[in-house]
């Protein structure tokens, strides 16, 4: 059975939660990424923040995102541990219509899933199903 843990990208950098948003950007472009998990010092996940977060909810309300905090986004967190199926991976990121989702293992970040990792399968060669991608498409993408 495929889990979490054969799928998620390990060493996921953190944020710190006292960084700003201009630090989470620059971060985002070096790393050619779209989401940064928020850690605290003692490396537990506080948070997620994403390149979208900073242009809508920071930069289009007229907010300075050298001044805003990377917790001051970090809303409500949606997460999965290492050892859950796909079957939960994919039924978490459906129902709340996420591209990306934090892995933990206990309270501490071990990576992160992408739409990407998704479709092209874990390191055994499984993968889903063409049906399974076309369902997953549909429900993360479909107009909210």
């Known amino acids: 059975m495929t889990t979490a843990r054969d799928i998620m ?23 050619n ?12 996940l506080k948070g997620i923040i994403t390149d979208r977060d900073i242009v809508v ?3 289009a309300e007229g907010k ?5 905090k990377a917790m001051d986004m970090a ?7 290492a050892e ?3 079957d939960t991976v ?11 989702i934090p892995v933990i293992d206990g309270e501490r970040l071990v990576g992160m899933i992408s739409e990407a990792d998704l479709a092209m399968g874990h390191r055994n060669g ?17 107009m909210r």
């Open 9 to 31: 990208h390990t060493g996921a950098q953190c944020i710190r939660a006292d960084q700003t948003l201009a630090e989470a950007a620059m971060m985002m472009r070096d790393m």
């Open 33 to 44: 990424v779209g989401a940064l998990p928020i850690c605290g010092d003692d490396q537990k």
């Open 57 to 59: 909810r920071c930069i």
């Open 64 to 68: 300075d995102p050298a001044d805003m």
């Open 75 to 81: 809303g409500h967190l949606h997460c999965v541990r």
């Open 84 to 86: 859950d199926t796909m």
């Open 90 to 100: 994919l039924k978490k990121m459906e129902q709340h219509q996420i591209r990306r």
């Open 126 to 142: 499984q993968r889903l199903t063409d049906q399974q991608i076309i369902e997953f498409m549909d429900s993360v993408y479909m």
